[in-house]
Each structure stands twice: as C-alpha cells, then as structure tokens.
C-alpha cells in the first residue's frame, strides 16, 4: 500500500492569531478520499522545524499546500523532500495564481480545486506517466513546463466525502472544528481571491448532509469556513431550524458572514437558538471612500446598524477591518478604533490591507509599482508590503499595532460584560497578551520597511572576487578558482557561485562573504548552478557554511540546477552528515530554464 503525506505548513513569521489551531479543510477533504481510495495517508500541519520527517521522508509521494503568507514554509519543505528524491506536488491558493513560481519548487503543481483531482493524479504518477489529461496539474515535461487548462465545470459538493481529521498525526484534536457548506461568493471585492478561486456562483452542500456532519461534533465548538455563510438566506435558516430540530448540541459555532446577515430577524433568531455565538463580519472601514474603492457596496450606518441587532440576539460580533485603502489616513485609522469601541464590538481584527496575488488589487499596485516587496510570508495582514497613497507605509504599520493595543487595552477587557457575557472578555484579555508579543517579536520590520523604501530596483553590484584553490588539494582540476559575484535588488541580496569549492577556498569564502553580508539579512538567494566540489568533505563544508548562513537571514534560498545528480542534491543538503531527517535553514530551488 502506498504511503501519501500530505502537509499544511505553517508560517514562521510571529503574528496576533499565531495562537488559532485550526487546519484549513483542503488537506483532510483529500485524505479522505485518498484513504477511500486505497492509500496509507498520513497529514500534517505546523511548521518545518517542527515536522516529524523521519516519518515523512519515508512517503511515496508528499503534498504541500499553500497560501501567500505560507508559501515561502512550503517552498522550504518541498525543496528538502525533491533532495531526497521523493516526487512533490504543491497546491493551494497561492500556487493557484503564481503556478510557475511554484513549480521551481515541486514536480507537479495543482491549480483551481483540487479535491477531485488528487487520486487520479497520485494514480498516474504510481503509474509512471504524466497527467496530460488532468485539468489544472502544471507539470514538468523535460525541461519544459507543462500548465494543463482548469476545469470549468465547479465541484459539486455533495460529491465530496465528509473529512478525515483522524488522519492529522501528532495531533490529539482541534479546539475549533472547521465546517464547509459552501463555496464561492456573489460578491466581487477587489482585494479578495475568493471568487477567482471558486467563482461568484454560491454553491451549497445538500442540508442533510451538512446536519450529518454536524452530528458527529456534539460538544465541540464549530466554525464555518464558508466565505459568505448567509449569502443565501432561505438555506442558512434551514440549516439552522435543522441544527434545532436534530439537536446538534455544539458547544457553540461561529462563521464569517456580511452585514446583510444582520437585517433578517428569523435568521438571528435561528442562528442564536442553533448555537450560534459568534458573527465574523467583515466591516473592513469606516471610510466611505475606502468602501467604495474595496467594492464593498455597505455604508458606515450599516456596519453600525450591524452591530447593534447582532446584539440584540446575544451574539457576539467580531469586526474584521482593514487599513491602507485609497481614502485612508491616520486618522481614518484613529477613528476606527473610536468607532468600534463606541459600538461595542466584542473583539477585532484590524489588518492592514494585503495584496494578495491575483487580485484586481494586486494587479493596479503591480502597475502602479507601489509593491514593496514580494516575500510573501510578510502578505500576512500584519505587515505593509505596498505604498499607501495618503500616509506612509512606517505609519500604516505603526499605526495599525497602535489600534490593536488601544483596542485590547486593560481598561477595556471588560467593556462588554453586560452585553454579551464573560466569553468577550477573554477574548479580548488574549488580545491583549498578543498584540504586546507581536509588537516586540516585529519591531526588526521597522529597519526593513525603510529599506525596502529606498531600495532602488536597479541590480546593485557591490563584490566580485577570484578566490584561488591550492594546487596540492586540486591538482587534477584545470580550472581551481572559484568566482564570487554578490548584487542587491529591491532589497534583496544575490550571490552567485561559480568555479570550484575546495576546503581551502571554502575559508577565503566564509571570510568575504561575513565581511560583506550585513549581520541580519532579510533575503539571500545563493545560486550554485555553476559550482563544483572538490570532495566529498568539501560538499560538507559547504553545507555547513549554508547552514550558518541561514541563522542570520530571515530567509535563504539556494538555486541550483534542475539536471544536478541526484546524489550531489543530496551532498548539497547535507545528508550524509545528519544521523536524523531535519530540515535544513535554506530552500533548495531546481532552476529547470
């Protein structure tokens, strides 16, 4: 029986919901279906450093899923897993819309949905043959990249089997259990990828299956991961009256909706008689401007007017702002806070307005050449990636850190009691602790940001350098020198390697390169495509070196050839000197041009 891993990576960049221990449904959607279908399936979710991969590495083949803020993790696993010469398929979002970028990384790519996709195509690679036929697999084929058309046929979801969360290893259970009902959304807002992903038709998954489901999580606290849970009314208040009549029993669940769900009586009665106690509502400003220009198509009196009547019916509203939109300010940002204090919102969510790759938004910053950077573990909603036209990007970020402390303040842990219970007030005591650590595990991204302001997108040459080798140690090698070119663009540092490393030369190298690299660097991409080892003990060292390296850069990427031997990719990522499977600091990038 074949063993298929498949992993959710988490992003190691520290940020206010870095405590959330829910999987996205993607993973035990597939498991289910792959177990179903005959394979050993095992799934995993954290961070690299934190995977068990003497178990992984033993797979037969390995899928990564990704999103923006979690692709740079992904890439770093999945180039470990290709230098062990086991085969890797990246899906995801992110991989979605940038699929060459992510087939530098992995053998196979899987656009669009992939949750009917991923036993045929495990079959055909068992089979030893390509996926032609598959719609939405980007593959290799030579040295040539192969991107077979999505389906335009969306997945019916009744056709999908419920998930398999027991195949999760290492994992004793979820606090919150994930819920899918359905997919897409009406909508059509410019910084979104929902509907680019799963289009604007709403689909929805048959009620009795939904209650089925739903059955089996008596106790435990839900969440719906719909993106628009209420965009259908008429089927939200069956589902709920269902969830009474069944008697479900849930803990309490909670989903993310607009502030239209606000406005149907019978739906907030049912939704609080079913258990609902939470609304994710999306109220993104308070600026009409910002409105308009996000396609939101609400006014400030609704997002109030919202608030108040989701109140009324004891559920507790979690307000899901953004800041950086075209109209806003400083103030908009202050005002903000005012506002969302003077309506009595239980907790929020105030990020910063992310560019995710895509999206209309995306494409006009792109355009406009207002993106600061492209390290997409920083697209995470906490930090400013783009220039904002009325204030400065050091502003934004500041100024969105302040209104989380003055929101989560200690005065104000306990200004909802009365209104919506205990519950607010340990939300907001965990936001309170939260938004401290994150201040002080980002304050380095103040120094970044100014550099990547000033960073000019012109290659920057700052070294090149012969370092010779000792005769005595190469003696067979005609050409013994190795050449080492270093260059900055838009803040990120290039070194490219070429000639021969031997244990001597390797020495020059380690000195140059500390003499010219800053102490912490933000982004190093090493290129070894030309280079060569003298020995064995040569390849070690220089492992080693990568290794050291990686403890002082926020992020490293070594590119080396897509034809490299196998066994020198192996040398190269240090596996013969390591007693245990461990992922190494860097991301080993097949270059297949």
């Known amino acids: 029986m074949k063993k298929v891993v498949l992993i959710e990576p988490k992003s190691q960049e520290d940020h206010v919901y870095k405590t959330v221990q829910m999987p996205r449904l993607g993973l035990p959607l597939m498991g289910a279906a792959l177990k179903a279908a005959g394979y050993r399936v095992e799934l995993y979710y954290g961070t690299g450093a934190s995977l068990p991969w003497s178990s992984i590495v033993s797979a037969d083949f390995v899928g990564v899923s990704t999103t923006t803020a979690t692709s740079s993790e992904a890439y770093r696993i999945a180039g470990y897993l290709r230098s062990r010469g086991l085969p890797v398929i ?17 053998d196979y790519v899987v656009r669009g949905e992939a949750d009917l996709i991923i036993v045929p195509l495990i079959r055909a690679l068992e089979e030893g043959r390509l996926p032609r036929e598959l719609p939405g697999v980007s593959f290799w084929d030579g040295q040539e990249a192969v991107h077979n058309p999505c389906s335009e046929v969306p997945v019916e979801l009744d056709q999908l089997p419920l998930p398999d969360f027991s195949l999760f290893k290492g994992k004793k259970g979820f606090r919150t259990i994930p819920v899918m009902t359905s997919r897409g959304c009406p909508y059509n807002c410019t910084f979104c990828s929902v509907t680019l992903m799963f289009g604007r038709r709403y689909r929805f998954r048959d009620t009795e299956s939904v209650l089925n489901e739903l059955a089996a999580y008596r106790g435990r606290s839900v969440f719906f991961c719909d993106d628009n849970f209420t965009a259908n009314p008429a089927r939200s208040r069956e589902l709920f009256q269902g969830m009474i009549d069944r008697k479900t029993g849930l803990k309490g669940w909670g989903a993310q909706m607009r502030v239209e769900a606000s406005r149907d009586p019978e739906m907030l009665e049912l939704m609080r008689l079913s258990g ?64 969302a204090l003077d309506s009595r919102i239980d907790s929020v969510q105030f990020l910063i307005l992310t560019p995710l790759p895509g999206t209309p938004l995306y494409h006009d910053l792109e355009a406009q050449g207002r993106l600061l950077t492209k390290e997409w573990e920083l697209y995470d909603g906490h930090h400013a990636v783009f ?96 050449q080492v070119y270093l260059i900055e663009k838009k803040g990120v540092l290039h070194l490219r390697l070429q000639g021969l490393i031997s244990r001597l030369n390797l020495r020059e190298l380690v000195k140059t390169v500390r003499a010219y690299l800053p102490r912490r660097c933000f982004h190093l991409v090493i290129n070894v495509e030309g280079l060569r080892f003298a020995s064995s003990r040569a390849a070690a060292a220089f492992f080693r070196f990568l290794e050291q390296l990686g403890e002082r850069t926020r992020r490293l990427q070594v590119v080396v050839s897509g034809d490299m031997d196998p066994t020198e990719r192996k040398e190269l990522a240090g596996e013969k000197k390591r007693s245990k499977s461990k992922l190494p600091r860097f991301e080993l990038v097949l270059n297949k041009r």
């Open 387 to 482: 220039q904002p036209s009325r204030l400065s990007a050091e502003e934004l970020q500041w100024e969105t850190i302040a209104a989380f402390k003055r929101f989560y303040s200690l005065r104000n842990i306990f200004g909802n009691v009365f209104h919506t219970g205990w519950g607010t007030s340990l939300y907001r005591s965990l936001g309170w602790w939260l938004t401290r650590h994150f201040e002080r595990k980002n304050r380095w991204y103040d120094g970044a940001l100014k550099q990547l302001q000033v960073s000019d997108p012109t290659p920057v040459a700052l070294l090149f350098k012969r370092i010779e080798a000792e005769r005595r140690e190469v003696a067979a090698e005609k050409t013994a020198s190795l």
């Open 90 to 106: 990246i899906g995801g979002i992110h991989a979605h819309f940038l699929p060459d970028e992510a087939l530098r990384h992995a």
């Open 276 to 339: 609902g106690n939470m609304a994710f509502v999306g109220l993104e400003s308070i600026n009409p401007e910002t409105l308009a220009a996000l396609n939101k198509q609400q006014s400030l009196a609704d997002v109030s007017e919202c608030v108040r009547r989701f109140h009324e019916y004891k559920i507790r509203v979690h307000g899901m702002f953004v800041f950086g939109g075209e109209g806003d300010t400083v103030q908009t940002i202050r005002d903000t806070v005012d506002f």
